[in-house]
């Protein structure tokens, strides 16, 4: 476990200027995005122990935010 952050510009690297296109032109994009960055900020926090959590949380936290980037993932390649 690194504790590390997983940022979208750090995830989408070559993407940086589609990210900021969507999230000021589709509203449900950026939905999507504050919602992860929601989620990736309480992972972040409860791995350094800020504000620990259970495994079961933790767990739990992990799949929405990879179903968060999933969608993600899913409107760059629309919007190409």
Do not use: C, W
Not at 22 to 38: M, P, S
């Amino acid at each position: 476990m690194t504790h590390t952050p997983h940022e979208l510009t750090e995830e989408f690297p070559d993407q940086h200027a589609t990210l900021q296109r969507l999230k000021e032109t589709d509203a449900h994009f950026a939905r999507l995005a504050d919602a992860y960055h929601v989620v990736n900020r309480a992972i972040h926090r409860a791995e350094t122990d800020i504000n620990p959590t259970d495994d079961l949380h933790m767990a739990d936290m992990r799949k929405e935010r990879m179903q968060l980037k999933d969608q993600i993932a899913t409107a760059l390649r629309g919007s190409s």
